[in-house]
């Protein structure tokens, strides 16, 4: 297991976790968000191959609409 932070909360995960697997656990609609990783924005097409490491700051950024 390791720790890591999404959004400033503290989350456990399993090793050799991916973003992918990250975004299904969260149960996170994936349409209109951005993924960041320390502050290095991941695309979406490469999410599944993206590992977690120990102490990621993952920050999570949905779109609103409004004007």
């Known amino acids: ?13 399993s090793n ?7 975004v299904e656990h969260l ?5 209109g968000i951005a993924i960041a990783i320390n502050n290095n924005v991941v695309k979406k097409t490469e999410w599944s191959l ?3 490491q120990q102490e ?4 999570i950024i949905k779109s609103t609409q409004g004007g």
């Open 27 to 31: 149960k996170i609609q994936t349409n």
């Open 1 to 13: 297991m390791m720790t890591i932070k999404v959004n400033n909360e503290t989350q456990e995960i």
């Open 56 to 59: 990621d700051v993952v920050l």
């Open 16 to 22: 050799k976790t991916t973003l992918q697997e990250l």
């Open 50 to 52: 993206k590992n977690l």
